[in-house]
Structure formats: C-alpha cells, structure tokens
C-alpha cells in the first residue's frame, strides 16, 4: 500500500529544481543549435547550393523532417483527446506531456519548410498571393488550424494548474497570475473547463487527421512515381500516430526518470500505450503491404523504376532497416507480453521513431531520383549543412520541451487528484451501468429454470 | 457604442469599397493601353513542333537557349553536382541492347503543357499558364518551395541553388531583355516570350498586327536543320499547325493527359 502523497508537490517541486545536469543538457541543446544557426547563415548566403540537393532530387531532408515531425504531433492531442473521449482512467497522468509535444513539434516541422525554401524571405507571399488550388496552402491553413486549435486545448486544462501555480509559487505569481484567469475552482468553474475541454477534444480530432492528410497530398496530388497514390491519406495519418506514440513513450520513459514520476508513470501506462503501439505496428505494415503489393502488381515501368530502388536498389539497407525496426522489432518487444515492459517499449519507440524518419525518407527521395523521363537519375548525399539543421531542428524541440517542463506542471495535477478524489468511485458507477442490473431476489432454483424452458 | 450589427455592415461596405477601388484604375489603364495597337483577330496559342528525322542532335539549341537567356554558365563543378540549367536540354534513350543498340536524342524544351501539372501546385501564383498559353514563372514572387519542379512530369523547371555567375569578360554579354534571375528561385523556358513581348511592341509601331515570323524562339532561329518550326496552333495554315498535320507526329507521355504543346515527329 502506498503512502497518500501530495500530488502537487510532488509535481511543482523538479519544477523549481535547477539541478547540474538540466543545466549541461540545455548548454549541449544550445552548442548543437547554434552550429545549426551558423549552417543557416551558410544556406542564407550562398543559396541552397550548399546542400546536397540537385535536379532531379529537389526536395531531401528537410521535407522528410518536415513530414516526420508534422506526424509526431498527432502524439498528443489526437491521442490524449481520444483517451479523454473513451474516459480512459489511466490518461490522466500523460495527456499533459502528449499535448506538449504537439504544440511544440508543430513549430519545429513548420520550421523545416521555411529552412527548405530557396527564398525564406518571401515566405509571406502564402498570404499575400494564396493559391487554394496548391496542396501547399492546404498544408498552411490545416496546420495553422491545428496549431491555434492545439494550443487551445493544452491551455484549456491547464488553467487550475497554473491556479495552483500562482498560489505555491509567489516569486512567479506575476506570470501564472494572467494566465490563471482568476481560476478558484468553483463548482460553476469546473462546470465550463469541463464543457469546454469536452468541446476541444471533439474538435481536434477531425483537425488533427486533416493535417497528416494533407500533408500527404503535397506528394499524392503529383502524378509523381509512387507519390500518386490514394491511400496516402490513411497510410501518413496511420505512420503519424504510430510515431507519435512512440514519441510519448520516449517522452515518459525520460521524464519519468529525472523528474522521479515512478508514482505516476507506472507499468501499465506503458503496457497500454504499448498495446495502442503493437496495433499500429500491425496497421503500418498492412498499409506498407497494400501500397507496394498494388504497386508491384501493377507493373508500370515508372513505378518499378522507383520500387527496385527501394526494394534492392541503393535505397534497399534503408528499406529494409524501416521493414526492421517499424514492425519486427515492435511487434516482438510489444507482442510478448513478458517483454512488454517498460524498457521493451521504450525500445520498440526507439527503434519505431528511427523507422518512421526513414519511412519518411523513403516517400521523399527515391520517387525523385527516378524521374519520369530517362533523364540521367540523381544521387542525393546530404551536405553538412542539412544534417547541421537537421540535429538543430531536434535539439530545438527538446530545448523548447526542457522550458515547457520547467515552467508548466508536466503532469496535470487537478486532472490526477480529480481521478483519486471522484474518478475511482465514478468508473465503478459506469461500470455498474454496464452490466444488467443486479437482481435483488435470490435466483430461482436451476430445477424450475428447466421447468419452465422445457415446459 | 457601435451595435456589433452595425460595425459587420460598416466592415462589410468598407472592403467592397476598397475592392472596387484597387480595381477600378487598372482596368482603366488597360484599356487604354489596348486602344492604339490593332486587335489581333484571335488569340494565339503558341506551339512547336520538332522533327527528329531533320534533327542532328548538333545542340545549337541548346547553345542557342542558353546565350540567350541568360543561364548561367556551367563548370565542371555544376555537371558533377547535376545542377546545370539548360531550359533547352537533350535527352538520350537507348533502345535495344548490344549488339542492336540504338541511341536516339531529343531536344527537350518545356512542353508548355495545356493542362500544365506544376501551375496548380505553386502556392504563391508564382507560375501560371498565361492567355496565350504560355507556361510563365514570376521570378520575383517565387518562394523557391520546388513544389511545381518536383510536379512537371517532363524534369523541366530549374532551381537557382546558387547566386548565377559569369566570367568577367562574358558581362556585356548578357541579354538585356532578359531578367538575370536571383539565387533560390525556380525558372525554366518561356517559348523566348520577352522576344514575344518585343514583336508586339514592333508591330504596334508598324501599326499592324502580329503577323507569322515576328516571333520566334531562340532555339528554332539557331537550328541548323531546321528541325524546329514554331507559331501559332490556333491558326490552322500556320506553319506549325500544318507541320504537327503529319502520322509521325507524338508527343511525350501523352499519356498523362498534360497536352504539351510540344510535338515531335519521329524518324522515319
């Protein structure tokens, strides 16, 4: 039996907390991303020649980057607004750090485009000049959406906890104050957040498919080689959970460890999202199978160039590396339920996220190389400046997460004390609700059962 | 207090204003501008057709395209990185295998699709088909996203990935009709359309229309076989609308549905 704790002090008191190695981690972050600032600098003077980029290979790593963290997004909000629809008790502790990242990685991906583009400068020209015709401004307006939408609902529940904040912490009460909206837990109060919550949850959900849709359709719209496909939708919204989850898993897994979260980030939270993980594993190979097989059967010489080049071509280590860790590695960390422990599934997310940047990398930069035309095909080496950007595109969110947890609760506190003080007793009721309604008078005896069946 | 009904209205009144003003002049000027020259009797629609069996694959075209549009020169160091622009390029297909091979070229200019897959994708309108059917990119409204030369089935639309640089001594040397593009936009072959521009301009000082002849591209003028004919496919006794009358005609993966106004006619 566990000794009651305090809840928020338990998750206000790391908040304060500067140990050394927070300190050389975020000094680390910095070093990487201002080598990634002075690669910047280079592309900004001297073009995008100093990439590896050339014709016919026009897009490479930022585009993956870009596709990549668009679908780690869908780690927080779309599940956390799931597991809060399916009133799934165990969310609690985690939907805080899942919307986190949402809002955070958004940025990053949104970040790599403006790093792609050969004219940053211009970039504005989306809504001076906007073609609604361009997949591209989809992308724009769904993810702005998605965005605006998100942030919202990470705010939304956060609002008693930045009232617990402005009450424990005075020497930051200038900060939560505004933010805490006069929060004081009143029944009334309680009443709307939750009304509102539910709302959001609702909404996002629909936003947040349309987003890896649509980021799909910049490749699908084309009638590039294996990009022209009508299941891209569904295939990239699937591949985005599944990363997505398994960068929650990542997530926990490390806060867990520096923040001493053992008390709320137990086994079984990972055991579950694990079992969420293996069924996506399951889905992403069914997807990857139904593309390429429909593709190979199919038989064009368009699509076949692309094909062998991933299959047995130069491209085949990365496939078959993506084959490895997306599915075997998964589905045998996840399947065997004595492996699904929580350094199993921390394993299967690593190995997932690995496989899904080169799942990404896979969609990009073969359908290029094999252009339509028998042109000369291209060969693609990323230059030190785009894997500089790229390190810099992954330090910044976990610099970018590093602040967040040092200045928001990472675990939703009134969430958690609400599951202790009403959430218990209320899953017992729904429960009971389920099932047919207990007979108060003793059952029949089985002899008179027969009788009247038989009779 | 303003009701918020009334401020919706006020709002509404205000942008249809503004809406009608920003319009108003241009279309004054425009019409102005029209008035002097003669109205051509239909508007064109500007093809080419090229012979394979004239051509020699001399590449005077591509010479041709390449000095007069400003390209920048390329070095060896541009050939290793495959980041060469030629708007006019030869493509080579080998046919057969040894000891039967075959190996054709074929000049490649934009294809100025009629239902060009790289216009609908550009978020910016930066390029579009114009009235005459031209496929034209705006330089300067160019964000350099490569979406539309990643969309053109054909490989046609070329990226600046570095600032264009000539030889000292080549600085007098460039064309002054043409725009020297910035470093990170896309471009790609516009049919010579400033050469266009300076027909018009010409006939409208002559006070006459525009007449077959007054424009051709840079690649046809240059080609010694005389394997390009161009004008207008609109009018069918012109000389590229008579040319593309002819069974050896094709036109590059036709099959997409992007109808290239680009014909070639294969080797007897």
């Known amino acids: 039996m566990e000794q009651p704790r305090d809840i928020a002090s338990d998750i206000v008191t790391p908040m304060i907390r500067w140990p050394r190695g927070y300190g050389v981690f975020v000094g680390c972050l910095l070093a990487v991303i201002a080598f990634a600032a002075y690669a910047w600098t280079q592309q900004l003077r001297f073009g995008l020649g100093v990439t590896g980029l050339t014709r016919p290979v026009f897009w490479g790593l930022y585009i993956t980057n870009f596709v990549f963290f668009i679908g780690i997004s869908h780690a927080g909000t779309l599940i956390s607004a799931i597991l809060r629809l399916c009133r799934a008790e165990w969310r609690r502790p985690i939907t805080r750090m899942a919307e986190a990242i949402t809002v955070l990685v958004l940025f ?33 307006t769904s993810i702005t959406t998605y965005l605006t939408a998100s942030m919202l609902y990470l705010y939304l529940p956060l609002i008693p906890d930045l009232a617990i904040l402005r009450d424990r912490l005075p020497r930051r009460r200038w900060f939560y104050r505004p933010l805490a909206l006069g929060w004081t837990g009143t029944p009334q109060q309680h009443r709307r957040l939750e009304r509102a919550i539910a709302i959001m949850a609702v909404v996002v959900i629909p936003i947040a498919i349309s987003v890896h849709t649509v980021v799909s359709w910049v490749f699908a719209m084309t009638i590039q080689p294996m990009w ?19 960068a929650l898993i990542v997530a926990m897994a490390i806060l867990r460890k520096v923040y001493h979260l053992e008390a709320y980030l137990k086994p079984i939270h990972f055991n579950n999202l694990g079992i969420l993980l293996l069924v996506m594993a399951c889905l992403w190979l069914y997807f990857t199978f139904a593309e390429y097989l429909t593709t190979f059967y199919g038989h064009q010489p368009e699509e076949m160039a692309v094909f062998w080049t991933k299959i047995t071509g130069p491209f085949a280590p990365y496939f078959w590396a993506m084959a490895v860790c997306c599915f075997v590695i998964p589905v045998i960390l996840l399947g065997i339920p004595r492996l699904r422990t929580i350094s199993g599934t921390v394993a299967a997310s690593g190995f997932i996220l690995i496989g899904m940047w080169l799942e990404r990398f896979l969609i990009v930069v073969p359908s290029l190389i094999n252009p339509r035309l028998p042109f000369p095909g291209g060969v693609y080496h990323p230059s030190w400046v785009e894997l500089a950007i790229t390190a810099g595109a992954f330090a910044t969110f976990l610099l970018f997460y590093c602040l967040f947890i040092k200045v928001f609760p990472i675990i939703s506190i009134w969430e958690v004390q609400e599951g202790q003080e009403r ?12 099932l047919p309604t207990a007979v108060s008078q003793p059952p029949q005896p089985a002899t008179s059962r027969f009788q009247t069946k038989w009779s | 207090m303003v009701s918020r009904r009334a401020l919706l209205q006020r709002a509404v009144v205000a942008a249809g204003a503004l809406v009608f003003l920003r319009r108003a002049p241009t279309a004054q000027a425009a019409s102005g501008q029209e008035a002097d020259a003669p109205r051509p009797t239909h508007t064109p629609r500007w093809g080419m057709v090229i012979d394979l069996d004239k051509c020699t694959s001399c590449q005077a075209c591509v010479v041709a395209c390449w000095a007069e549009n400003n ?11 495959g980041r060469v622009i030629e708007w006019m390029k030869l493509l080579s297909v080998h046919e057969g295998s040894y000891p039967r091979v075959r190996q054709r070229l074929l000049p490649i200019p934009c294809q100025q699709c009629d239902q060009p897959p790289c216009t609908t994708v550009c978020p910016v309108f930066a390029t579009y088909k114009n009235p005459e059917g031209l496929v034209a990119q705006i330089y300067p409204r160019c964000i350099g996203c490569r979406y539309c030369v990643n969309a053109c089935p054909y490989t046609c639309k070329f990226f600046n990935w570095s600032e264009a640089r000539w030889p000292a001594s080549m600085a007098q040397e460039l064309n002054p009709d043409v725009s020297v593009r910035p470093k990170g936009v896309t471009e790609k072959c516009t049919f010579c359309h400033h050469r266009l521009q300076r027909a018009k301009e010409q006939a409208a000082s002559e ?3 525009l007449q077959a002849g007054d424009y051709v591209p840079a690649c046809m003028q240059a080609c010694p076989a005389q394997a390009i004919v161009f004008g207008d496919l609109n009018d069918p006794a012109s000389d590229v609308s008579k040319a593309q009358d002819n069974p050896r005609r094709f036109r590059l993966q036709e099959e997409l549905g992007t109808e290239p106004k680009v014909t070639y006619l294969s080797e007897a």
């Open chain 1, 108 to 140: 990053i991906g949104a970040g790599n485009v403006i790093m792609d583009l050969g004219r940053p400068d211009r970039a504005l020209n989306v809504i001076l000049h906007p073609n609604f015709r361009s997949p591209l401004l989809w992308d724009i």
């Open chain 1, 228 to 246: 022209h496909s009508t299941i891209f939708g569904p295939y990239f919204v699937a591949g985005a959970i599944f990363s997505g989850i398994a």
């Open chain 2, 207 to 209: 006070g006459r229309v």
């Open chain 1, 423 to 434: 959430g218990v007793d209320e899953t017992v009721e729904r429960l009971k609700t389920y």
């Open chain 2, 71 to 81: 390209q920048p020169l390329p070095g060896p160091e541009a050939h290793r990185a």
